[in-house]
C-alpha cells in the first residue's frame, strides 16, 4: 500500500525556521571566460539550492560563469551543503549560500538582497501525502509570498521564475493533451484534492495573483515552470522523491505495480527551462509546461528491466490487480485516487517549451537509465556485484 501512496504522491508531490546568517562565500573562482552568461543577471538567488531540482539549476548557472546565491535551511548541514560547495570548486561560476526557511517570512529579505533574479524551485516534495495538508501547503504558498514579498522590497529583483509542476495544470484527463491553459480542480477529487497537488496549485495561483496586484513601479517579470515528474541524474544525491522513486524500482521494492502513468522529464531540461525562463524576454509573464512524454509505470519499470535485470537488480513488471485497488478503493483514500487514475493516460502539450524556450526535450527513458547509473555509481542504490557499468556511453 505504501507504494500506492508514494506513487499518488507523486503525481507529480518538511520544516524549521532558522534566522538568516548572512551570505557565506564558498566559491569565487572568477567567471569572465563564459560565453553563455547573460550580462543582465548580476547574481541569481536559487531557493532551496540543496534539492534534486535546484542543485542540477545551480551546477548550470555555474557552468556558466553566473554569481549564484542558493538558500539551504541550514548551513551547518554538510549533506546539504558540501555537494554545492564540490560544486562550485569544478565550475567558472561563483555561489554564495545563505540560510532561509519558507516558514520564517523576515529570513527572505537579506536572502534577496542585490539579487537580480531569483529561481524560487524550493517547496516541500514529500514521498508519500502527508495526513495534515497544511505541512506541505503552507510552507509552499505562505514561501512562496514571502519570497515574492522580499522581491518587491528589495527593488533590485528583475525577474521571478517559480517552479510550479504539472500537478498545477491537471492530473487525470483523457479527452486531449493538457496545456498552460489549464488549471487543476481539486472540486473533481481524487488526486486533484490531494495535499501535494493543492501546494502546487494554490502557490502558483497566488504568485500570479500577487504580481497582478503590484503597482507599476514595484512590478518586476515573473513566469512559472511546470515539469512533468523529474528524473535523471543527481548533482547533488541527496534524498529526494524522485531518487526514491527510481531507487525503489530498481530494487523491487513493489512486487506488484500500479497501471498508472505520468508524464516525465529529464531533470537537465528543467534547469535549462528555469534559465530560459529567467533569461528570455518573450518568457516574461508566461507558464510553461516542461515535460517529454507521458509513460506508465509499467513502461517506466521495463526501461530498466532491460537495461538492469542482468546486472543484478530487479525492477518488477507484474502489474496489481485491478479488484484489489477497487476494494482498497473503499476505505483508502489513495486507493481511491488511484482507481480514479487507473490506466488513464493524460497527455500534455510542450510545443510552448519547444517553440518559445527553444528546449528539445531529452528522451526520458535514456534520463531514466542516466539516472539509475548515477544513483548507483554515487551509492545512493547499493552496487550488485553483478554491476557492470555503463552499456553504452
Ligand atoms: P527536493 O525535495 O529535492 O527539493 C525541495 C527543496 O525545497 C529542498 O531544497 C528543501 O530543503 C526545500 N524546502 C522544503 N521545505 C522547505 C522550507 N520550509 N524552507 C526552505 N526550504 C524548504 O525536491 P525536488 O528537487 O524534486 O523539487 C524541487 C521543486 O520542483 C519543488 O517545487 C517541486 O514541487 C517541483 N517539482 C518537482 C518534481 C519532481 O518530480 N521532482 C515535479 C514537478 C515539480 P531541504 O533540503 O532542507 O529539505
Redesign the pocket.
Known sequence: MRVLRSLLA?V?I??KPRSFVGPAVVSRRGNSSAATKDENVSRVLV????????SCIVNELLTKGYTVRG???SLSNPN?VDPLKSLAERTPGTLELVE????SPETWKSAVEGCSHVLH?????PFEQPKNAEEVVR?AVD?TLSVLRACKEAGTVKRVVI?S???SVGVYHTTRPLTEEDWTDPSRGGPEAEPYIIS?LMAEKEAFKYIESLDDKDKFEFCTVL????IGPSVAN?A???LDIVKRIMVGGDPLIPNIAFTWVDVRDVADAHIKCMTLKQAAGQRFLITDKSLTYRDVCKQLYDEFHDQGYSPSLRLAPRLVIRLMSLFDNAARSMNLVWGVVTTYDNSKMKNVLGIQPRDCRQGLIDMAYSLIENGYIEKSPKFKGRKTS
Open positions: 507523486s507529480d518538511i520544516l531557493t532551496g539550492a540543496s534539492g534534486y531540482v535546484a538558500t539551504v535551511r546539504k532561509a526557511d519558507l516558514l524551485t524550493a517547496s516541500p516534495f510552507p514561501g517552479t509542476s504539472v500537478a502546487k515539469p512533468g515528474f523529474v541527496q529526494a522523491t524522485s
